[in-house]
């Protein structure tokens, strides 16, 4: 069964930066598409970015478009978000999630494992 342990949250001022990491162990990661979404309280889970199997496809929220960038490392087993130019609306926890598609894909529908979760807190 797949885990997956996501790390690399924090507090960090408007501006700043940050790059979560996901490690996956005991199924397919390296055979499947991996997303990146967020949630804040009393709010639905949001899609942020998803990456293809392969890492050659990759599709963002329009709200984190230019800021961040989703990578993978299939030899580590390791999904990465990196997010610069992070501003206050950014704060939520965030998850990442394998999907049951080889080829990036948006709804959380579509995702079968998720981690636990990493806050990220972005002050003004």
């Known amino acids: 069964q797949e885990q997956l342990v996501e790390s690399g949250g924090g507090l960090v001022q408007a501006g700043g930066s940050l790059r979560l990491s996901c490690v996956a162990s005991?199924?397919?990661?390296?055979?499947?598409?991996m997303g990146w979404f967020r949630q804040t309280p009393g709010k639905e889970r949001e899609f942020v970015a998803t990456i293809s199997l392969s890492g050659g496809g990759t599709y963002y929220a329009d709200s984190v478009k230019g800021r961040f960038t989703v990578s993978r490392d299939n030899a580590k087993n390791t999904l990465y978000l990196q997010m610069n130019s992070l501003k206050p609306e950014d704060t939520a926890i965030y998850y990442c999630?394998?999907?049951?598609?080889?080829?990036?894909?948006?709804?959380?529908?579509?995702?079968?494992?998720w981690g636990q979760g990493t806050q990220v807190t972005v002050s003004s």
């Open positions: 005991g199924g397919t990661f390296s055979r499947s598409a």
């Open positions: 999630a394998r999907a049951r598609t080889s080829g990036a894909i948006v709804g959380a529908r579509y995702y079968d494992y």
